[in-house]
């Protein structure tokens, strides 16, 4: 079975400065996704990055990156810049590739905290 | 990206009574939704998948009669507690995903409380 480890249960950063999420994961597969969730106070789940495992580039989207090391199973969230509407729990998440109703496989969170 | 709706936000009822909780994909068709709970301060913990059509597959130790799955359209879900207890009051959230190899979207969640 997979799992999705976060060993950071919280984390801060100053505004405008840069933070780094840790994720690591395990599984057997060769393909497969592995997403960063963003959950804010409102509860809403927000989708900030995808990867998929076949392409070696790293994700990015605007201010958020990704360092995926597909040999060491790991799937890092760097946040640059951080601003006040960055707080929130971030959850790692990786799902299986291919035909089939795979589901999502969460890590158990990681609560940012942006200082002004 | 897609928009999926889920109803309502927030509900109370008493002990031993039913709630049914929506979850409607708005601008797409979804073959595939999941069904989640969350507890305060923790991870989503993945209850059951529906596919269109079909019965819900629940995941180990989540009773299937006591949260009944329809997933009748291509565009709609729905969770029914059945006779709630307190215990059931949790945070449920739900997610879609329009075709294989798709990512999902979720809805903003329902907070249950049994009182």
């Known amino acids: 079975a997979q799992t999705v480890t976060q060993s950071q249960p919280e984390m801060s950063v100053q505004e405008a400065e840069t933070v780094t999420l840790s994720c690591t994961y395990d599984?057997?597969?060769?393909?497969?996704?592995l997403f960063w969730y963003k959950q804010p106070p409102s509860r809403q789940m927000i989708l900030v990055i995808r990867?998929?495992?076949?392409?070696?580039q790293n994700a990015t989207e605007n201010r958020f990156s990704v360092n995926f090391q597909k040999a060491a199973k790991s799937f890092s969230l760097k946040i640059s810049d951080s601003q006040l509407g960055d707080a929130a729990m971030y959850f790692c998440?990786?799902?299986?590739?291919?035909?089939?109703?795979?589901?999502?496989?969460f890590g158990k969170g990681t609560k940012l905290s942006v200082i002004p | 990206g897609a928009v999926v709706s889920q109803h309502p936000s927030r509900v109370i009822c008493k002990s031993g009574t039913s709630v049914k909780i929506e979850c409607r994909s708005l601008d797409f068709q979804a073959t595939t939704m999941f069904w989640y709970r969350q507890f305060p301060k923790q991870s989503l913990m993945l209850m059951a998948t529906s596919n269109e059509g079909s019965k819900a597959t629940y995941e180990q130790g989540v009773e299937k009669d006591k949260f009944l799955i329809n997933h009748a359209s291509l565009t709609l879900s729905t969770l029914t507690v059945t006779s709630a207890h307190p215990e059931d009051s949790s945070f449920y959230i739900c997610?879609?995903?329009?075709?294989?190899?798709?990512?999902?979207?979720f809805g903003q969640g329902t907070r249950l409380t049994v009182v």
């Open positions: 990867q998929e495992a076949y392409k070696q």
């Open positions: 998440a990786y799902r299986q590739s291919g035909a089939g109703s795979y589901q999502l496989t």
């Open positions: 997610s879609a995903r329009y075709r294989v190899g798709s990512e999902a979207f």
């Open positions: 599984t057997s597969e060769s393909d497969y996704y």
